[in-house]
């Protein structure tokens, strides 16, 4: 009994020590504000319209932009982020031409509710590389998308949708710098190119890309409390011939797609940690 109080005495000096010299930290992190289209285009099989978001789908004006962040950081250069990130863009036009989509065609004066829904869950892991209060961060992700873009006619006549639910890796870096003792920049940056000869060894062709950047001025309120600015790039494409059978309904019944999208979003946001 004695040699089990002493050998237990030493495990929580231990722990102790350990908590002490090596803290857990737990922070987070939200940010708000306005998302800009620059580009979008996508079309769905070989005779499908080349459909333009910007210019005929109603995506030329400014839209809410949220994401959430937790991470946990352990020996002060280890730290895994847990993202969530919000994209839905929702319109409604009326055509001034025909155009296809999925093998269906909506006519001239057709009024179509359209959205574009396009958030994903993001988990990363980070090394810090260097000592002291600056951190420049390497590490990789694993991103699930969940996209669903719906073309629907006010009627209910005609509908086109186009689902899926994927696993993205990428690549992650992520940098802060102190300016002063209360102002610092930084920046980081999650990204991929990808083709199906590198990646998931199909035989048809593929290509996909992603890249998620951004640059920040922040100020430190308190240890724990920062806020920040933050000006950020989302954008992507995905094209190809797919092969793979259509289990879902939701599934577009054509296999040739093509979808490129570039945003900027400017937000402000918070960060705590404990």
Avoid: C
Wanted: proline share 3%.
């Amino acid at each position: 009994m004695k040699r089990f109080s002493l050998s237990l005495f030493f495990l929580v000096l231990s722990v102790f020590s350990f908590a002490q010299e090596k803290p857990l930290k737990v922070t987070f992190e939200a940010e708000s504000g306005a998302l800009k289209v620059v580009y979008h285009t996508y079309r769905v099989g070989t005779n499908g319209t080349n459909f333009n978001f910007v210019n005929q789908g109603g995506q030329e004006i400014l839209f809410p932009f949220e994401r959430i962040t937790a991470s946990l950081s352990l020996y002060d250069r280890h730290q895994v982020r847990f993202l969530y990130q919000s994209l839905e863009l929702a319109t409604e036009i009326t055509a001034r031409s025909a155009f296809t989509i999925d093998t269906v065609t909506f006519d001239p004066n057709d009024v179509v509710n359209i959205t574009y829904s396009f958030p994903f869950y993001r988990f990363t892991y980070l090394y810090d590389l260097l000592p002291g209060s600056a951190e420049l961060s390497l590490g990789g992700a694993l991103q699930f998308r969940n996209a669903s873009i719906r073309f629907t006619s006010v009627d209910g006549s005609k509908r086109a949708v186009s689902q899926n639910l994927g696993l993205v890796p990428a690549l992650a870096l992520s940098g802060k710098f102190p300016i002063t003792d209360w102002l610092y920049a930084g920046f980081d940056m999650t990204g991929i190119y990808a083709s199906s000869a590198f990646i998931n060894g199909a035989d048809f062709n593929f290509e996909g890309s992603l890249l998620d950047a951004s640059v920040r001025a922040g100020v430190q309120l308190r240890p724990e409390l920062e806020s920040f600015v933050n000006l950020r790039f989302i954008g992507g494409s995905a094209a190809g011939v797919s092969q793979y059978p259509s289990e879902f309904w939701t599934q577009s019944t054509e296999k040739d797609t093509a979808n490129y999208l570039a945003t900027l979003a400017l937000t402000i946001g918070g960060k705590l940690s404990f």
